[in-house]
């Protein structure tokens, strides 16, 4: 039976086991384990990546949204807004600053943030920050959410922890992820679109005042040696065999998100005429396909089935985090955000990654398809 990983990270790395020890040799040569030259050469190539002035590397993506929010002056008594349909670290940063997590809802045909629910919730209450998470790769509606927001006054943040290199068309230019609102928060995460050896992260920025707070937030708000100019800032830097293995793989960023456009291409044409709802392409949006989720009923025995065809699938997320078990203190219970229920209950992530092959995705289509033939669809 051929089996299909959900993920295969070594494949990945193979072809660049030479660049990859190169890497680790001079990060050891150098003895800059935490922040360093490296660490200063990624920063300046993800901004200029990302089109922005600044890239503040720090520990992990989670960190990435608690210092922007931080840098951002929002704490105890603010509320911030964003999406329960999210990996849950978009939550417990707001949590971990003292401010209140208040949500809305997402729009069903692309799993982001919507703009008109956001602007609902903002005309009754107060809040000092937006977060837009760009779901699966695909960039959230941000010119409108930069209307919503700026008409409150609140800040606009992007969790870009799953978009490494996507791009939203601008006012007639196509933007990247990190430089479509006032900060952008990324994880490189071994498993994101661009993965470190281990936790990393990074926020990008235009804004010179935001990106220095961030230095300082990051170092003990260290200005210069033994300097603290902040209280109560914290440890959340970078470290250089890190950022080596980012610098090397951004190198190749381009080319694995092209793959993983071309196998969601190629998902979209195997499965066209499915009963599967496929992810669309909003126009103007180009995502970098973190995941390729399908939408379908009876999505547990599906599962199984591909299992047992030896095709690995994931659920991302099975529950939105109003309704995990630890957020039942935000108050909010089934019914509350109809839309991410019904996604998160029938959601299902194909194996999707740049060295995916094109025999693998008709193995994984060909188990779906007869899967989707099933008993619960039809026979007695
Ligand atoms: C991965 C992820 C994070 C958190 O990143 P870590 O590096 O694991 O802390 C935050 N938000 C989203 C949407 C993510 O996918």
């Given at each position: 039976m051929v089996r299909v990983p959900f993920l295969d990270l070594a494949r990945e790395h193979a072809p660049l086991q030479e660049e990859i020890r190169a890497a680790i040799d001079r990060v050891l040569a150098s003895?800059?384990?935490?922040?360093g030259d490296e660490v200063r050469a990624f920063e300046a190539e993800f901004a200029a990546y990302c089109g922005v002035r600044h890239c503040v590397g720090v520990a992990n993506g989670t960190d990435a949204l608690v210092l922007a929010l931080r840098a951002l002056?929002?704490?105890?008594?603010d509320a911030v807004l964003t999406t329960p349909?999210?990996?849950v670290a978009t939550v417990e940063a707001i949590d971990l600053v003292g401010a209140t997590p208040v949500l809305a809802d997402i729009r069903a045909d692309d799993f982001t943030l919507d703009p008109e629910a956001a602007a609902a919730v903002l005309a009754t209450r107060p809040v000092k920050a937006v977060i837009a998470v760009h779901l699966y790769g695909q960039p959230a509606d941000m010119e409108a959410l930069a209307a919503v927001a700026r008409a409150h006054g609140a800040a606009l943040v992007e969790d870009a922890a799953q978009a490494q290199g996507a791009r939203l068309r601008l006012g007639g230019q196509w933007r990247r992820a990190g430089g479509l609102g006032d900060a952008g928060c990324f994880s490189f995460y071994p498993t994101k679109n661009l993965g470190a050896f281990g936790d990393a992260g990074a926020i990008t920025t235009d804004d010179d005042g935001l990106a220095e707070r961030l230095r300082l937030l990051r170092d003990h708000?260290?200005?210069?040696?033994?300097?603290?100019?902040?209280?109560g800032a914290t440890n959340s830097r970078l470290d250089g065999l890190q950022a080596a293995i980012l610098r090397l793989k951004l190198r190749h960023l381009d080319g694995w998100n092209e793959a993983r456009r071309r196998a969601a291409g190629r998902y979209a044409s195997l499965l066209a005429g499915s009963a599967l709802v496929l992810p669309r392409e909003r126009s103007g949006a180009e995502s970098v396909y973190h995941q390729y989720p399908v939408r379908l009923a009876g999505r547990g025995r599906v599962q199984e089935a591909l299992a047992g065809r030896g095709v690995q699938t994931a659920v991302h997320?099975?529950?939105?985090v109003h309704l995990q078990e630890g957020y039942g203190g935000l108050g909010f219970g089934p019914g509350s955000y109809p839309v991410s229920e019904a996604v998160a209950s029938d959601i299902l992530s194909l194996p999707l990654f740049p060295a995916l092959t094109a025999a693998e995705q008709g193995v994984v289509a060909e188990a779906l398809i007869e899967a989707l033939r099933g008993p619960a669809c039809g026979s007695p």
């Open positions: 003895s800059a384990f935490v922040g002056g929002i704490g105890p008594g349909f999210t990996f708000g260290q200005a210069a040696k033994y300097r603290h100019v902040l209280r997320y099975p529950a939105p």
